[in-house]
């Protein structure tokens, strides 16, 4: 008889999704959600889970810099090289978000330093590799991010179009081989720039591979203005406000990245 039976001789047992609350904090999401992934999945420990490369992504997914800053790099970066690869990386990202553009350099040359000798395919993720494929999207992303806080964008918009194509051409693999589309990304800094029809093209493309997916609906909506995109306004309003219905937290922006989008919310909608 199955645990989940309804018979007199067996007691129904909570699922590990109804076992573990929901975090009542919406910045500690990704850490709940994570942690009711792994015990569905083998119950793994949140040690077991703060050493898994993913993490650092899924934090710099949701802008939460100083949780990124707070991770402990292994002690072993050869033995945990894709993680401390990832940490490097996002705690680049974190330094530059903060200001601190230098740090953010620095830990640049120490995420080069692990990605740049590894070889092919030592670290792999199903279908792709982090030599290959992840890491130098990752490495275009974080160049793009940096040269982006130093001013220099039209560096940061060639860096990421490299990102764009690479992610492009990684093979097919559920989930991607990397998290976070660098069409996102890109976007979200083109409009905070205004530059709005660019980055609208490149939320439309996103779109296009993930459909309804709220990080390119919320952003696309922030460059819909004007009488001549209202037929269109109207669509990506409804497509967001379903997203939004099943979503944890409130997303203003496709990427943390664009910190006055991240942190003010939507621009108001055109009359």
């Given at each position: 008889m199955s645990r989940l039976s309804r018979g007199p001789s067996s007691t129904r047992r909570a699922s590990p999704r109804t076992r573990c609350c929901r975090p009542s904090s919406s910045r500690t999401w990704p850490h709940g959600r994570w942690w009711r992934r792994s015990r569905r999945l083998g119950g793994a420990s949140r040690g077991d889970l703060k050493r898994r490369p993913s993490l650092a992504q899924v934090l710099v997914r949701f802008g939460l810099w100083e949780e990124l800053l707070s991770l402990p790099?292994?002690?072993?970066?050869?033995?945990?090289?894709?993680?401390?690869?990832?940490?490097?990386?996002?705690?680049?990202?974190?330094?530059?978000?903060?200001?601190?553009?230098?740090?953010?350099?620095?830990?640049?040359?120490?995420?080069?330093?692990?990605?740049?000798?590894?070889e092919p395919d030592t670290r792999r993720k199903h279908n792709t590799t982090v030599a290959e494929h992840s890491g130098p999207i990752a490495a275009a992303v974080l160049e793009a991010e940096l040269s982006y806080r130093e001013g220099r964008h039209e560096a940061s918009w060639a860096a990421l179009a490299d990102a764009v194509a690479r992610y492009d051409a990684m093979p097919y693999d559920e989930p991607a081989g990397y998290l976070m589309p660098p069409r996102q990304t890109y976007a979200a800094l083109l409009a905070e720039q205004g530059r709005l029809e660019r980055a609208a093209r490149l939320y439309e493309e996103d779109l296009g591979t993930f459909p309804k997916n709220v990080w390119s609906l919320a952003g696309l909506r922030l460059c819909l203005a004007g009488e001549a995109h209202a037929p269109r306004l109207r669509e990506v309003e409804a497509a967001l406000a379903a997203a939004e219905a099943a979503a944890d937290v409130e997303v203003r922006a496709s990427c943390a990245c664009a910190l006055e989008s991240w942190g003010s919310g939507r621009r108001p909608a055109p009359e």
């Open positions: 790099l292994p002690e072993d970066a050869q033995l945990y090289l894709s993680r401390t690869l990832f940490l490097r990386f996002g705690r680049a990202l974190a330094f530059g978000a903060k200001g601190d553009v230098a740090a953010g350099r620095a830990e640049q040359a120490a995420f080069a330093a692990l990605l740049t000798p590894m």
